[in-house]
């Protein structure tokens, strides 16, 4: 028998797995849409003590601007809601633990993946909606807004670190393509009072974005309007369109960005 080379190997073992990845997550869409007409393929509804009252999308986005040069994108979202619930609620938002989300800046600890405006978002809808169905379709919808959108659109009274020009689209919830397209546009380095002006920007855009949606909720007006995993749909695996912003030809080089002094 013909004895096969490694790298013969790597790709036949490459291409079984992904025909075999494909046949699978081919059956579990189809599985779950045949579910998900009777009995919405498992989401479910459950109780919690922290209640959630209308509140002024203005004011959470100040207060989520005002708090991310110290929380910084997760825990600045988060306190942008917990720190009116405290007043307006109480109970259970009287010690809730908004530092305890600090780690999701970066995109997962300075790790470039899901921008932590969303982590904070989706934490604060998860418990205010108490349905995952309805919490899944407001954080997709969420994610919607943030990737194709043009932000910060936000724009405070006064400042705090930067006056910035640009706005951008990211066109995905990453945080190293979304930031640094920003960069790119406004000239600016990642350890910048720019980068980081930004960043509290985009927050308040999130936060507000969430709180519009959670009182239409309490008002019965709330309405998804994308559908959730449609890009299991169109590619078979949890995924997103723009593969080739990082892959490919394009991956940036370590000098791309002025991050750091030489």
């Known amino acids: 028998m013909e004895e096969k080379n490694e790298v013969e190997v790597g790709v036949s073992r490459r291409n079984f797995l992904s025909g075999t990845g494909k046949l699978i997550a081919g059956t579990a869409i189809a599985s779950s849409v045949l579910a998900g007409q009777a009995d919405k393929a498992g989401a479910y509804a459950f109780k919690n003590g922290f209640k959630y009252t209308k509140l002024d999308p203005k004011e959470v986005g100040k207060i989520t601007y005002e708090n991310y040069f110290k929380r910084w994108c997760a825990s ?7 720190e009116l619930l405290q007043k307006k609620v109480g ?23 899901l921008c932590g405006t969303l982590s904070g978002a989706g934490t604060i809808i998860g418990l205010c909606t108490s349905d995952t169905d309805v919490a899944e379709e407001m954080v997709n919808d969420l994610a919607f807004i943030y990737s194709y959108n043009e932000m910060p659109a ?6 705090i670190k930067a006056s910035i020009k640009n706005m951008t689209m990211s ?4 945080c190293h393509i979304s930031v640094g397209r920003w960069m790119k546009a406004e000239g600016a380095a990642f350890l910048s009072n720019e980068r980081a002006e930004r960043c509290a920007r985009v927050a308040a855009d999130i936060a507000m974005a969430a709180c519009q949606m959670l009182n239409d909720h309490v008002d019965g007006k709330y309405k998804a309007k994308h559908k959730p995993l449609f890009n299991v749909a169109a590619n078979g695996i949890t995924s997103q369109n723009n593969c080739m912003d990082c892959h490919g030809q394009n991956v940036p080089a370590a000098d791309t960005y002025a991050t750091l002094e030489k």
């Open 91 to 113: 109970g259970d938002w009287n010690t809730f633990p908004i530092d305890a989300m600090r780690w999701a800046h970066g995109g997962l600890a300075g790790w470039g993946a």
């Open 171 to 174: 066109s995905t919830p990453i």
């Open 76 to 82: 600045s979202v988060v306190a942008g809601f917990v």
């Open 154 to 159: 936000y724009a405070p009274a006064k400042p």
